[in-house]
């Protein structure tokens, strides 16, 4: 444990960052001579533990029958894996080609997965990071598809040009033998058959290949003639080719819509046609053509008719219908409708040899944006109820909150109201992908995700011991009257689309209490109760912000009033109304036809019935102000201690006793500078470009394109959306949900624009180019704001862009029955410390250098009668002591987005001070409580992540971990206790790392195993007379034939092997956890049981060929032993 020396600032500060000691730290406060730090470089290191969500943008899928393990490909390279519930993993090709096919090595441990860059890659799976063993790249020829048959090692690669080549998966390398089209197809053929589309092997005869080519034709290749058998020619292009398991049939699906089924010994013309959604004429003629049937598969079963699954293949007038996956069994056929269109499905089955009945039990459907299971087995086809966290993107996140280490009862209790959530109807049977084993290490704490979506809604997720499972889902759209269509929408409406987004989320783990702001202006404040409740009228408070003195050397004028600041215990008409049940509408247009006094959003009028978990306490709605939309909120935070939320905006700032549901604080940030503001402002005129009528929301008007910027996630401040995909797909991320909005984009000019990682020169700041000072952040604490003052006080600290710290004393009534009934007092303190850059995160320290807790109030029930509650226990920080020798006994802690301070109380005295970046920004930051200690933690827009120690800020992190950062990684990033961050790594997907060393050592011991030893089932017996008559399986010793004895070898420049980095390093990673260690111990003794039993067959054979030739050659001796040689 180290003892910092105030005196030593200068010379312990790391010179590699640009650090600086404040002027007041070396001319007094020895207070913190003696401050013990405990934080060390050594104990962090950045590294990323679990990815969850849907996989984006799927292109590919395997499944291994034997192991029970899903694999899904993407667009972006990236391989996620799937088996029991929290089995999962994340793998990524350094490429990021998208995958176009993956194969299991059936029971292995491995898996083979093909690109679009014409590459071929072996993964380990035996290990609990799985890693590449081999690489094979493809200089000539374009990969276009890939067959494994089940316990073989030679894998069959179909190109573009029509050849097939065979690899060898065990040294990944290319044998000479090559099925070049030109020998496949007749040889009275003039055109080129395309690319290869289908490879399989006969069911029952393992040296028969059937080659589909897309044009058509369908060729039954014999491998150890090297000619082939059958040709079959069909007219439509086709897209997939299934076997009947005995090998005498096969089904072929094509363009028109049609399948069609041969024999494989009459190749002249197909068994049968049919089209599944085709009308059929009357008078006997062809089917209309239907849209492409793109995959089919055949599989039988012992007991009943075989099934038929397919994707596509609909008829063409049934012009915007959703995918669909057809089920044919016997007679009948099933039409399921897909949320999504259907990337891929598979066929899960009893047994993984394609030569015995299949026994078919489920279809997993991969989709582009959902992972459906469908029984087979079931009446209805109903689907399994999915355990994977695979729903974070029902609707777009647009916000996201992570809370480490939260008190025990909170899961529990929102498992208990969220479990009544559930769908019904879903499949009695347990989820069939269920391999691997969990990781044998756990988390001591318990940790809660919290994200906020497009349509209003909210979901509570528990993410304890990587893991994430969904425990309770909230709509917030439920407290407004929904127009019934687009036409019907509300005039007052800020937003084209989802005006009951979530923007900023505000959650107390101690007393439940939840409050939200939305995109529309809005603040709800939500407690959770067990009970269920009608309310009769949603209580609404509406609030009026208007627009004055708040632009900085704006050259613009207007000659709009300031409002006077509210005292405590009256309310200024003009800035709100009482609660009431709905919006008013007396004063809907001022006396000049403008809105005037109007919100965005239309309060419910009927009872809104609210079921157990979190019920609507106070809905706050900010009005329109003479033509002018209320701004969008940019900071947010409630304390359940003092029953009050504070909200701030581009305007200013209001503070709301929510349990008095009354306004005490509405000012504009000009007032709560009183006679100290810095800044010269001018008053604020109405934007000239905005209109006040309907067109505010017109989606095609193009003079409301330079307002389309995005909001800086945590300042509120204007930064550009990046001109990448994101701002493509419409922003998803926040730009889409600040559409049309007179957004506080003017806040800071196009210093940011394009990218986020653009440096700024430090001679030109955000202070420098801002227009308008904006609310960024708030904090609730008990603090001395007087040297005089021997008892901490309920106060508001207040962040703002301009990188001014204010505070606001609050003087809240004792008891519970006063506190009902005497209204808040509020006095102004003013600036406290200013930095560069806007506020980000303000927290306290008590005199040893320890994070005061934030005051809360224990949850109890609030729909309880009064004689039953319990009386509610506060909980806040002890008061501090102080002495004439030493009067400061507090520290503020205040990160900007360019550095942070440490300032002492009452004294206000600078004595710590730390220049984070010059060159950037910090997007988010956070104060963490470690294991170890107490530090700041810092995502920088140039894609580094930092700490730094309390409360000296000496930098202990600095790690550039992503080079390039975009809008929706910005918005979501977010830090926690104990170590833990997250952020939203695509639009369905939520990366967690970890930035602590101990977190990562225990990492391998915490990850689950995929592969878990597991025996192959037994072959299917041949029978008596298909074994007497040869009527079985055909065995083909591909060895002998595809080796390089007989096939010699392939040519060099036709592909390059790349060696893998998973040998050494995977199998390192696999050697922690006692399971592993024994599952490989035991698949060693078997293999080597195996390979001796080999072994010992081959010397007995040897041996008995050896006695053979030896008294072949005694007979021969003695033939000819008397004969003469003219005898011979």
């Known amino acids: 444990m180290k003892k910092f020396n105030i005196r030593k600032v200068l010379d312990g500060l790391t010179a590699a960052s640009s650090s600086s000691s404040s002027s007041n730290a070396a001319s007094g406060n020895r207070e913190n001579d003696m401050i013990q730090e405990t934080l060390q470089s050594e104990h962090f290191q950045l590294c990323k533990t679990v990815r969850h969500g849907f996989p984006y943008q799927p292109s590919s899928m395997a499944f291994d029958p034997v192991q029970k393990i899903l694999a899904i490909g993407t667009q972006t390279g990236a391989l996620r894996l799937f088996g029991q519930a929290g089995v999962e993993c994340y793998c990524q090709h350094e490429s990021g080609s998208a995958v176009i096919q993956l194969e299991f090595l059936v029971n292995e441990g491995a898996l083979v997965s093909a690109l679009a860059d014409d590459s071929i890659h072996l993964w380990n799976l035996r290990q609990k990071l799985p890693a590449i063993l081999h690489s094979l790249k493809f200089n000539r020829e374009r990969i276009t598809f890939c067959h494994l048959p089940f316990q073989s090692k030679w894998l069959y690669v179909g190109t573009e040009r029509g050849n097939i080549h065979i690899v060898n998966v065990e040294s990944f390398t290319l044998s000479g033998y090559v099925i070049m089209w030109n020998k496949a197809i007749e040889l009275s053929s003039k055109t080129h058959p395309g690319p290869v589309v289908h490879i399989s092997d006969n069911p029952m005869d393992e040296g028969k290949l059937l080659i589909g080519f897309e044009c058509g034709i369908v060729v039954l290749w014999d491998l150890k003639s090297k000619k082939a058998d059958y040709r079959y020619s069909y007219d439509e292009a086709i897209h997939s080719v299934a076997w009947h398991h005995e090998g005498k049939q096969f089904v072929c699906s094509h363009s028109d819509g049609t399948l069609t089924t041969w024999n494989i010994r009459a190749p002249a013309k197909p068994a049968q046609i049919i089209t599944p959604h085709g009308k059929q004429p009357k008078d006997g003629k062809k089917p209309e053509p239907c849209k492409p049937i793109l995959k089919v598969e055949y599989k039988t079963t012992r007991a009943g008719d075989p099934f038929m699954i397919l994707c596509g293949g609909l008829s063409y007038d049934t012009v915007g219908r959703r995918a669909c996956l ?36 489920a279809v997993v459907v991969l989709l582009e944006k959902d992972l459906v299971l469908i029984d087979l087995a079931q009446i209805g086809y109903p689907i399994f109820e999915n355990p994977y966290p695979l729903s974070i993107h029902e609707s777009p996140v647009t916000c996201c909150e992570y809370f480490a280490d939260c008190p025990a009862e909170v899961i529990p209790a929102l498992y208990s109201v969220g479990s009544r959530q559930k ?13 691997g084993n969990w990781g044998q290490g756990t988390l001591s704490f318990s940790e809660i995700i919290i994200t906020g979506h497009a349509d209003g809604s909210i979901k509570f997720w528990d993410a304890s011991a990587l893991m994430l499972q969904v425990l309770y889902k909230l709509k917030t759209a439920k407290v407004f009257e929904k127009p019934r269509s687009k036409e019907e929408k509300y005039s007052t409406e800020i937003v084209d689309e989802d005006p009951f987004a979530i923007q900023i989320l505000s959650w107390c783990p101690e007393s439940r209490v939840l409050c939200v702001a939305g995109v529309s202006a809005h603040v709800i404040v939500y407690r959770f109760s067990k009970q269920e409740v009608t309310t009769e009228v949603v209580q609404l408070l509406e609030v009026r912000m208007p627009c004055e003195l708040n632009e900085v050397e704006s050259p613009e004028c207007g000659g709009e009033q300031a409002s006077a600041v509210t005292t405590p215990g009256t309310s200024s008409s003009p800035q709100t109304s009482l609660p009431q049940s ?21 309060v419910r009028s009927s009872p809104l019935k609210q079921s157990a978990g979190y019920q609507v306490e106070l809905l706050i709605q900010l009005v329109w102000v003479s033509g002018e939309p209320p701004q969008q909120i940019t900071s947010l935070a409630v304390n359940s201690a003092y029953g009050l939320v504070a909200f701030g905006s581009g305007n200013g700032l209001a503070v709301v006793d929510y349990l008095q ?18 800044h010269h402002r001018q008053p604020h005129s109405p934007r000239k470009t905005r209109q006040p009528s309907a067109g505010l929301c017109d989606g095609n008007d193009a003079s409301a394109a330079p307002e389309e910027k995005c909001k800086s996630p945590t300042t509120g401040s204007g930064s550009p959306c990046n001109s990448d995909e994101d701002s493509k797909q419409k922003f998803i991320d926040k730009a889409k949900i600040s559409r049309k909005i007179n957004m506080i984009a003017d806040q800071k000019d196009d210093a940011r624009d394009n990218s986020f990682s653009r440096s700024r020169s430090s001679s030109v700041t955000s202070i420098d180019r801002e227009s308008r000072e904006v609310i960024s952040s708030f904090n609730f604490c008990d603090w001395l704001s007087k040297k005089s003052e021997s008892v901490a006080v309920p106060s508001l600290w207040v962040g703002t862009s301009l990188g001014s710290m204010l505070a606001i004393a609050l003087t809240v009534p004792s008891t519970p029955e006063q506190r009902m009934l005497q209204p808040v007092g509020v006095s102004f303190c003013g600036p406290v410390v200013r930095l560069k850059g806007g506020i980000l995160r303000m927290a306290q320290l008590d005199a040893s250098g320890t994070l005061l807790p934030h005051v809360y109030e224990s949850w109890y029930e609030p729909n309880a009668p009064e004689e039953e509650r319990e009386q509610p226990r506060r909980r806040r920080p002890t008061s501090p002591s102080s002495s004439q020798e030493n009067p400061d006994c507090q520290y503020a802690v205040v990160c ?18 730390h220049n984070i970046t010059e060159t950037s920004f910090v997007l988010r930051a956070d104060v963490v409580t470690l294991t170890t200690g107490v530090g700041i933690a810092c995502f920088c827009a140039n894609g580094h992540i930092m700490t730094l120690s309390l409360p000296s800020l000496r930098p202990l992190l600095d790690v550039n971990y992503l080079p390039l950062t975009d809008m929706r990684i910005a918005r979501t990033f977010c830090f926690s206790n104990q170590g833990q961050a997250l952020y939203l790594t695509s639009p ?5 790392i970890t930035y602590i060393q101990e977190t990562c050592d225990n990492l391998q011991e ?23 008559f040869g009527g079985g399986a055909q065995s083909l010793d591909r060895e002998d034939l595809f080796g390089e004895v007989s096939a010699g070898k392939a040519s060099r420049s036709l592909a390059q092997h790349i060696p893998g980095p998973g040998g050494m390093e995977g199998m390192k990673g696999a050697a922690s956890g006692v399971v592993g260690e024994l599952a490989r111990a035991r698949i060693a003794l078997d293999e080597r049981g195996q390979k001796l039993g080999e072994l010992e067959e081959r010397t007995a054979a040897m041996m008995a060929s050896g006695e053979s030739f030896s008294k072949h050659a005694h007979d021969i001796m003695l033939k000819y032993k008397d004969k003469k040689w003219y005898q011979l």
Request: hydrophobic share 30%.
């Open 326 to 361: 057809t089920v044919m069994h016997g007679k009948s056929t099933a039409v399921l409708e897909m949320d999504y269109p259907i990337v891929d499905f598979l066929t899960l089955c009893e047994t993984p040899y394609p030569n015995d009945f299949q026994e078919p039990y």
């Open 423 to 435: 769908r019904q109807g879903f499949s009695k049977k347990e989820w069939p992908i269920n391999g």
């Open 582 to 602: 709905h919006p008013s509408t007396s004063s809907n247009n001022s006396s000049d036809g403008l809105r005037d006094n109007v919100p965005c959003l239309k």
């Open 661 to 678: 549901k009354t306004l005490i604080v509405n000012v504009s940030t000009a007032e709560l500078y009183g006679s100290t503001d810095p």
């Open 896 to 913: 900007s987005e360019k550095q942070a301070k440490v300032v002492a109380l009452p004294s206000q005295n600078c004595v710590y001070e």
């Open 988 to 992: 369905t997907e939520i990366q967690r």
């Open 1006 to 1028: 915490m990850l689950g195993e995929l592969f878990t030893p597991v025996e192959t089932p037994e072959a299917p017996n041949r029978g008596f007379f298909k074994g007497l």
